[in-house]
């Protein structure tokens, strides 16, 4: 069965820190992965996806993440951390007909 | 373009009473989705809807039930509210039906407290 973990269930960091965030998959075949934020008490947007090729991918809002077929990953990642940044990050990888299996998120709060 | 919009944004139940949570998006999407999220569980799907016409279960249908009323509306119903149901229900919905990958797009939510 697919599954997505997410190990931090929490992560604080200082404005202008760099910050990564972890993400483990179990998949029989080459994913399609996703990263979503949630603002406080807003829907999820979508930062980035990837598909194929190119495994380093860049999103929005200065974000990018690398997929690690060997290690089973795909880390999210920000050179330098903002107070906007503060939110809840999940991880998630589809499934036939389009359905997606998150992991259970995490908490990022952002020190000044 | 207002995106996905769902109501209401807040409701408290009883145990036993029944409810419709209202789901609509005007990006001429095919297929919608339902969510809920639970802390420390991430989302869950609920049911889903391929293309208009069908309607279909996700990995937690207990409980609930939906109806795909045209291309725009997607409905989710609790017949008869449990504590366990207590949530943020979260409606999403895609352009293509059936292609993976294909970017979903969130509504605000719903937080639901049954009692």
């Known amino acids: 069965a697919q599954s997505v973990t997410q190990p931090d269930i929490h992560i604080t960091v200082s404005e202008g820190a760099s910050l990564e965030l972890r993400c483990n998959y179990s998949?029989?075949?080459?994913?399609?992965l996703f990263w979503y934020v949630q603002s406080p008490g807003q829907g999820l947007q979508l930062l980035l996806k990837?598909?194929?090729?190119?495994?380093l991918v860049q999103g929005i809002k200065g974000f990018e993440a690398e997929f690690k077929r060997s290690q089973s990953s795909f880390n999210l990642r920000k050179p330098s951390v903002h107070w906007s940044d503060a939110a809840e990050y999940f991880c998630a990888v589809v499934k036939a007909g389009n359905k997606l299996t998150f992991g259970g998120g995490t908490r990022v709060l952002v020190k000044p | 373009n207002a995106g996905v919009t769902q109501t209401p944004k807040f409701q408290v139940l009883k145990t036993g009473q029944s409810m419709t949570l209202q789901c609509a998006q005007d990006?001429?999407?095919?297929?919608m989705y339902w969510y809920r999220q639970d802390p420390g569980m991430g989302l869950r799907l609920i049911y889903y809807s391929a293309s208009e016409g069908t309607t279909d279960k996700g990995e937690v249908p207990n409980g609930y039930n939906v109806s795909r009323l045209n291309k725009r509306e997607f409905s989710l119903r609790l017949e008869s509210a449990a504590p366990s149901q207590t949530s943020v229900y979260f409606c999403?919905?895609?352009?293509?039906?059936?292609?993976?990958?294909?970017?979903?797009?969130f509504g605000p939510g719903t937080r639901l407290l049954v009692l």
């Open positions: 990837y598909f194929s090729g190119d495994t």
């Open positions: 990006m001429n999407h095919n297929s």
């Open positions: 998949y029989g075949a080459t994913p399609y």
């Open positions: 999403a919905s895609s352009e293509i039906s059936g292609f993976e990958g294909e970017t979903q797009y």
